[in-house]
C-alpha cells in the first residue's frame, strides 16, 4: 500500500457491489464527486528549496485538541459494512495513527461500545432531531461517553442515490432488497414525490441555537459552502466549520470544496477555525486546502477503504501514509510550520 488509492480496490474486492457503492454514490449525475477531485488539478503547488521534511512541524492546536497532524477522521455510518468491528476498529487504527475521529451519530457500533475500544481524542457528529427532549438526550449520551466536541451535520437534505437505485433494479442491494420484499410502498406525496429527502427539510438556525445549550464543549456546523453562512456561524456564536459537501452526496452541481474554501475562511474572517471534507485523498491535496486558510481536513472515503481492505492496522497504515506524504509537500513547497503554509504556497486557477 503506498497510496489512499491503493487500498480502494482491496475494499471493492472485498464486500458486495451494494456495500461498495453506498460508499463510492454521489448524488444523482455525481458531477460533484467528480468536481471533488478534479479541483486539486486547478491548484498548483509552488516549489522552493530550504526545508528538509524532517524539519517540519506539522503540530496544531484545534479547539482544545493538541495535534500532530491537521486530519481528522470525517464521521461515516454503516462502518460495519467494512469490517465486523465497523466504528471500534476505525477507532482503534485512527488512534494508533494519532488521529482524532469523529464518530457519526448513526454508527453501526453503539457509542459505549466505541468508547471502550481505543483512547484516542474523539468528537462525535450530530443529525438534527427535531424533537428538542429527544436530541438531548442523544448529544448528552455522545457527550458523556466522551465527545469532546459536537459536530452538527446540516447538508444533504436533497441527497438521491441513482446508483443504488440501479443496483436495486438489478437485485443487487441486500440493503434495498429487504424493502422490495415487503409490499409495494404507497406513492409518495408531498416533496417525496421530487425525490428530495423530507426527514430533512425542516432545519433551521433557529434551530441550532435551540440544541446549543445541549452542547457543553465546541459546536461545529458541517456542510458550510458559502461566506454568508460562514459569517451566520460566527455571528451566531457557533465554534467551527466544516466545509462540505459530504463528499458530493448533498446536491449535486454544487462546487468542489476546495473552490469555495478561500471564501467561506474570509467569511469567518479568522474568528473560528474552518475545517474542510470531501474528495482529500494525497499530502498535497492537504497542503493545498492548509495553503488556502483550512484550520484541518477530514478523511471520509479514504480511512473507509482502509477499514474494508485491511481492518484496524489499514486504517493506521492509511492515516500514516497520508502523514508522510502530507510532510514531504510541505517540505518541497518550502514551509517548516502550519504558520508557514499561507497562500503563496498554491497557485489557483479555478475555471
Ligand atoms: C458512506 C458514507 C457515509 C457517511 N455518513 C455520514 C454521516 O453519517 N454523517 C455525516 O455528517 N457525514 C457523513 N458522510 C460524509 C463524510 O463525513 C464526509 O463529509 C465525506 O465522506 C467527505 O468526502 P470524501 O469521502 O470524499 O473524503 C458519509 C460519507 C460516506 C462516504
Known amino acids: 500500500m503506498l497510496t489512499a488509492f491503493d487500498f480502494e480496490p482491496i475494499c471493492f474486492a472485498n464486500m458486495p457491489l451494494a456495500r461498495y457503492d453506498y460508499m463510492a454514490h454521489g448524488s ?4 460533484t464527486l467528480r468536481r471533488n ?16 521534511p524532517a524539519a517540519v512541524n506539522t503540530a496544531t492546536e484545534l479547539l482544545g485538541l493538541k495535534l500532530e497532524m491537521p486530519i481528522l477522521i470525517a464521521p461515516s455510518t454503516n462502518q460495519r459494512d467494512l469490517h465486523p468491528e465497523g466504528d471500534s476498529a476505525m477507532y482503534q487504527g485512527a488512534t494508533a495513527a494519532h488521529t482524532p475521529m469523529i464518530v457519526a451519530s448513526g454508527s453501526s457500533i453503539p457509542i459505549q461500545k466505541v468508547a471502550a475500544s481505543a483512547t484516542g481524542p474523539r468528537w462525535s457528529q450530530f443529525y438534527p432531531i427535531q424533537n428538542l427532549g429527544a436530541a438531548r438526550d442523544q448529544l448528552e449520551l455522545f457527550q458523556a461517553h466522551g465527545a469532546t466536541a459536537i459536530v452538527v451535520t446540516v447538508d444533504q437534505q436533497t441527497s438521491r442515490y441513482e446508483r443504488d437505485l440501479h443496483d436495486r433494479n438489478l437485485g443487487g442491494s441486500p440493503r434495498v432488497q429487504r424493502g422490495a420484499a415487503a409490499a409495494a410502498p404507497p406513492a409518495a ?11 430533512r427539510l425542516w432545519y433551521s438556525w433557529k434551530y441550532l441555537d435551540d440544541i446549543r445549550p445541549f452542547i457543553k464543549g465546541p459546536m461545529l456546523i458541517k456542510g458550510i459552502l458559502t461566506a454568508e453562512d460562514a459569517k451566520l456561524c460566527v455571528e451566531r456564536g457557533y465554534d467551527g466549520i466544516i466545509v462540505s459537501n459530504h463528499g458530493g452526496r448533498t446536491l449535486d452541481y454544487v462546487p468542489s470544496t476546495l473552490e469555495v474554501l478561500p471564501e467561506v475562511v474570509a467569511g469567518a474572517g479568522g474568528k473560528i477555525p474552518v475545517l474542510v471534507d470531501s474528495g482529500f485523498r494525497r ?15 477530514c478523511l471520509g472515503r479514504a480511512p473507509r477503504w482502509a477499514l474494508g481492505a485491511f481492518g484496524p492496522a489499514g486504517v493506521q497504515r492509511l492515516l500514516e501514509i497520508v502523514q508522510t506524504e502530507f510532510r514531504e509537500a510541505m517540505a518541497k513547497t518550502g514551509r517548516a510550520s502550519l504558520a508557514a503554509l499561507d497562500h503563496t504556497a498554491v497557485r489557483t486557477d479555478f475555471p
Do not use: C, H
Not at 477531485?37 to 503547488?45: G, I, N
Not at 499530502?283 to 481536513?297: I, Y
Open 37 to 52: 477531485r478534479e479541483a486539486f488539478q486547478w491548484v498548483d503547488l509552488v516549489e522552493r528549496p530550504g526545508v528538509s
Open 189 to 199: 406525496q408531498g416533496p417525496a414525490r421530487y425525490g428530495v429527502e423530507t426527514r
Open 28 to 31: 444523482d449525475s455525481e458531477f
Open 283 to 297: 499530502g498535497s491535496d492537504l497542503v493545498k486546502a492548509m495553503a488556502l486558510g483550512a484550520s484541518a481536513v
